[in-house]
């Protein structure tokens, strides 16, 4: 059986006190129809940086400034088989007035939401909702 490390970057996009999710599209074969931070896999050869910046263009039709690095954390999936180490960074839209525009093969809807709406889309021993708790603690 073939191992392999896949790293993802996710931003903690923040505007006005709130974070921004989207949804999966339900036609994604990974999680159809979940809630995430925006983000993404990085491709080979790319920078965290690059893979951000491009996956936000790609998903939101938004140009981000990326800031600093606030949390990490690991998973096994695939049956073993992939080991994804998944890194957060914060992030502001470069123009606060741009219009988001979602690429519907990507993302089905998208909401700005507040700490204290985290627990409606995220589970309390879910890692992407703990990292949302912290940025959110950290910011």
């Not at 940086?49 to 491009?54: A, I, V, W």
């Not at 080991?83 to 979602?102: G, P, R």
């Not at 939401?113 to 909702?129: P, T």
Request: aromatic share 12%.
């Amino acid at each position: 059986m073939d191992k392999k490390q896949v790293i993802t970057a996710c931003v903690f996009l923040h505007k006005d006190g709130k974070v921004l999710i989207g949804k999966r599209s339900k036609t994604k074969s990974f999680l159809p129809g979940k809630w995430e931070l925006p983000g993404g896999h990085v491709e080979f050869g790319e920078t965290v940086e690059e893979c951000l910046k491009r996956e936000l263009r790609e998903e939101f039709n938004m140009d981000i400034n990326l800031d600093k690095l606030f949390a990490e954390y690991t998973y096994v999936m695939n049956d073993g088989k992939d080991h994804v180490i998944e890194v957060l960074y914060f992030a502001t839209m470069k123009n606060s007035n741009q219009k988001i525009k979602i690429n519907k093969n990507e993302i089905e809807e998208y909401k700005w939401i507040f700490k204290d709406e985290v627990d409606d889309y995220f589970k309390d021993n879910d890692d992407e909702g703990n990292a949302i708790r912290k940025g959110f603690e950290v910011l």
